[in-house]
């Protein structure tokens, strides 16, 4: 499965993005789609997830209400729809994709079989 994020770019604070997320290979269904970002010098952190079965999602607590993930079946790609960004925002966003991942561990990048290249972020202030 290859993984392809899309849609980073540079904006401004308040600003708002849409990321994209999509597989070739092989459809989505029973994975679980999940978003990380690497800030310069940081380790790399968990943003979002959503199962594709279902639609379950789950989020970091410090950035529920600003980001939403959701997904299109038809179109076999996850979305990060990231509102009022701030300059803490700035990172390289990656998509990945779990296919067994214990519900409690799927903040942990090491449950991820498959990731994208990353996507870079920018917000300025």
């Known amino acids: 499965v290859q993984l392809q994020a899309y849609g980073g770019g540079l904006v401004q604070a308040g600003d708002s993005l849409r990321l994209s997320c999509g597989a070739s290979g092989r459809t989505f269904r029973g994975y679980n789609v999940g978003w990380f970002r690497q800030a310069p010098g940081k380790d790399r952190e968990f943003v979002a997830v959503?199962?594709?079965?279902?639609?379950?999602?789950i989020y970091a607590d410090s950035l529920k209400g600003r980001f939403t993930i959701t997904r299109d079946i038809t179109k076999n790609t996850a979305y990060l729809q990231m509102n009022n960004l701030e300059p803490e925002d700035t990172a390289v966003y990656y998509c990945a994709a779990a296919s067994r991942a214990i519900y409690s561990m799927l903040a942990v990048p090491s449950s991820y079989d498959y990731w994208g290249q990353g996507t870079l972020v920018t917000v300025s202030s």
């Open positions: 959503i199962r594709w079965n279902g639609g379950t999602t």
